[in-house]
């Protein structure tokens, strides 16, 4: 793990560097909202000139959350999450939909961003049913062995691990299939992982694939890391565990509603998730 990032969950407002894009506070522009600084927005429209529909892949992002929360707390009857990666508190948050189906079920976020950690803090945290750490995925074991984390996940009954759009901000190098087997590896039975990250297009769209390697590099050089992976490289997050239906799709196709953008566009091809079940 760097040396940069600090451990403890105690990061505050003097850690916030607003002279470097962020990638949550990025997102948060796209996603409408205003929590983001100069520095932010003129990345984001860097952004913008290469890939003008960042903002639809942003919403699409924040839609497929929605669908899967529900889908966990209602249809599998998930009543405990760990939300890895959660990004700023905006609305639709995985803690206010599950709330909507079970207002006892209890939720975790985890971020490294300390931006995340205090308006979480101010928004969310709810001692007896929310929680906020800050903390680096890369780091499971302290993830998973945090006070915060077992005051209000028990592992002995079956956990919603959300991981949606993180593993991409995660160098090949931090090994993200190694970060995703461990949390896996901590889980009951009867858990649901559920992953979304950027995809490399496939067979099915190849004209997209040249403008997509460009566009990697430049998110990278704002956040320091954004890969587009190969699908087959996605669906190995997932391990063993069964996907449920549809399985691995673009996230326009996962249990879409009214609301979901169906164009079949850069978007479309390119932001994909599902979600699985231990056995
Ligand atoms: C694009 S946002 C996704 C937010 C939310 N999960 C969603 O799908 O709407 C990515 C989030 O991952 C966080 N993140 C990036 N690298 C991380 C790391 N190494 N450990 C923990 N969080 C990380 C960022 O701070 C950001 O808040």
Not at 28 to 38: E, S, V
């Amino acid at each position: 793990m760097p040396e940069d990032i600090r451990r403890g969950s105690s990061r505050g407002i003097a850690d916030i560097d607003i002279t470097r894009p962020n990638g949550a506070r990025v997102y948060d522009y796209f996603l409408g909202g205003k929590d983001n600084f100069t520095a932010d927005r003129v990345f984001a429209n860097t952004i913008l000139e290469c890939a003008p529909k960042a903002p639809l892949g942003a919403q699409a992002g924040r839609a497929f959350l929605r669908r899967v929360v529900r889908f966990l707390a209602a249809e599998a009857g998930i009543s405990q999450f760990l939300d890895i990666g959660s990004g700023l508190p905006t609305q639709g948050n995985v803690s206010e939909v599950a709330h909507e189906v079970n207002p006892e079920a209890h939720v975790v976020y985890v971020d490294n961003d300390p931006m995340v950690y205090t308006h979480s803090m101010a928004l969310l945290s709810d001692a007896r049913r929310v929680e906020v750490i800050n903390a680096d995925i890369r780091d499971p074991a302290r993830i998973l062995a945090d006070p915060t984390v077992r005051s209000l996940i028990d592992f002995n009954r079956p956990v919603g691990l959300l991981m949606l759009a993180v593993l991409h901000h995660i160098d090949d190098h931090d090994d993200p299939a190694g970060i995703a087997a461990s949390f896996r590896d901590a889980m009951p039975a009867g858990s649901y992982l559920a992953i979304s990250s950027f995809r490399m297009p496939g067979a099915e769209a190849p004209e997209l694939q040249a403008v997509t390697v460009e566009n990697e590099k430049i998110v990278t050089s704002g956040f320091g890391s954004a890969r587009w992976r190969e699908e087959a490289e996605i669906r190995g997050w997932f391990g063993d565990w069964e996907l449920v239906s549809p399985g691995l799709v673009s996230l326009a196709d996962w249990r879409p509603d009214e609301r979901t953008h169906t164009e079949r566009d850069e978007i479309y091809h390119s932001f994909f998730g599902g979600v699985a079940r231990k056995d």
